[in-house]
């Protein structure tokens, strides 16, 4: 059974950057069927899709967040990894790492826990 | 980029009774429309692929219709632990988009 987990800091200091990283279990990384992706919620609103990554390292990012955003993938320690850079108050959320087939581009079919990240001086 | 607008915002059903949502994209995605269960504390959970699919282990009083610009998500017959935010989803190109969600609440 596929598992995603994700991790890093709770707690992100305005304007520094937020590293977080999904750990894949059940399976290969490296696959050629699949893209791996960042989803995050802020507190009382909605989905939004940050980026996703292939494993050959190509990415998609989502418009409004591409200035700021970079995600890679370490096939090697089967993770994929988050940076987003100058973060402040409206970056606050719960981030999700995301699986999704590599044919049809979507849909999320397997999600982390998710992990609340409050930015906060 | 395709906005994915959802209707109503929320909306309030007895346990045992239908529901139907909406969801409207601002361009056609063909039937790259997915829909998802989010309860409080939990990670989102896909319902719908393709539209009208539905994905494993999901009961069959949901189903999805729709294509290109128009889509409903019907879950018949509310048991408890259908009441949540629903969200559809288009995967038609970049980037990907969530509509802003449907919550189900307790009448």
């Known amino acids: 059974q596929l598992q995603l987990q994700e991790s890093g800091p709770g707690l992100v200091k305005p304007s520094e950057t937020l590293s977080l990283t999904c750990t894949v279990s059940g399976g290969p990384i490296s696959t050629s069927s699949c893209y791996w992706g960042w989803i995050r919620q802020p507190p009382g609103k909605g989905l939004e899709w940050i980026g996703t990554?292939?494993?050959?390292?190509?990415?998609f990012y989502n418009p409004s967040l591409k200035s700021r955003v970079t995600i890679s993938v370490d096939t090697s320690k089967n993770q994929f990894s988050l940076k987003l850079r100058s973060m402040t108050a409206v970056d606050t959320a719960v981030y999700y790492c995301?699986?999704?087939?590599?044919?049809?581009?979507?849909?999320?079919?397997?999600w982390g826990q998710g992990t609340l990240v409050t930015v906060s001086s | 980029e395709i906005v994915m607008t959802q209707s109503p915002a929320t909306l309030s059903v007895s346990p045992g009774e239908g529901a139907t949502l909406s969801c409207r994209a601002s361009q056609s995605v063909s039937s790259n429309l997915a829909w998802y269960k989010h309860k409080p504390g939990q990670a989102p959970r896909l319902l719908i692929y393709g539209a009208s699919t539905r994905a494993t282990d999901i009961p069959a009083r949901f189903s999805g219709s729709g294509s290109g610009t128009e889509f409903t998500l019907s879950i018949s017959s509310l048991q408890s632990e259908d009441f949540a935010v629903y969200y559809c989803?288009?995967?038609?190109?970049?980037?990907?988009?969530f509509g802003g969600g449907t919550k189900v609440e307790i009448k």
């Open positions: 995301v699986r999704h087939p590599y044919d049809t581009g979507g849909p999320f079919d397997y």
């Open positions: 989803q288009h995967y038609s190109n970049w980037p990907l988009t």
């Open positions: 990554v292939y494993y050959t390292g190509t990415t």
